[in-house]
């Protein structure tokens, strides 16, 4: 980075003196350059290190887990930033499509039973705990909720089988995998 060499006089160029000074110069404006991409990184969720998120989950007391990676931290502060009314189906597409991508899940709602299903195509459990806990918070009480995890991925977590599956009720299968513990 020339900022400080671009704007040097000719006359100062070969002076031991000034060649100390614009190197001095050279290296605080360097410092101050990357501390000022640091802040602006750290305003926004995808872009933020570690003491960024500190300071999202601060801000959104969110309990901080050092156990988490810093992805997982990131993609949880992210589900509680984009948690905010009005809640609308709309919304909702948005938001998962914001976290899961566009084609990882498959939404229904049917108005008529008041039921809402939501089957999400995912390998990490700690984001979709996390995003069934603020999800079950925020949806009407008269509607009925099912979100599940895609079967591709249900046996990643478990050593599942179709056999040992196909005859369990959701209560039962819930049970079983323990989801509803956590």
Not at 91 to 106: D, F, M, S, V
Not at 150 to 179: C, D, G, P, V
Request: with cysteine; glycine share 4%; charged share 25%.
């Amino acid at each position: 980075m020339e900022y400080v060499e671009r704007f040097r006089p000719e006359i100062t160029k070969g002076n031991d003196d000034f060649d100390s000074l614009y190197s001095v110069q050279k290296t605080e404006i360097e410092g101050l350059h990357g501390n000022t991409r640091k802040v602006i990184n750290n305003l926004y969720i995808s872009t933020c290190d570690v003491d960024g998120v500190k300071r999202w989950e601060k801000f959104y007391n969110i309990k901080q887990n050092k156990d988490y990676t810093l992805e997982e931290r990131k993609a949880i502060v992210l589900n509680k930033v984009l948690y905010r009314p009005p809640f609308t189906r709309q919304r909702l597409t948005e938001i998962l499509e914001t976290i899961w991508g566009k084609g990882n899940y498959i939404y229904q709602l049917y108005p008529d039973d008041y039921r809402l299903i939501i089957d999400i195509d995912t390998n990490n459990p700690i984001i979709y705990l996390q995003f069934s806990k603020q999800l079950r918070n925020i949806i009407p009480a008269n509607i009925y909720l099912i979100l599940s995890i895609q079967y591709t991925h249900l046996y990643l977590a478990r050593t599942y089988t179709y056999e040992a599956m196909e005859s369990l009720t959701y209560e039962e299968l819930s049970r079983y995998s323990e989801i509803d513990e956590i």
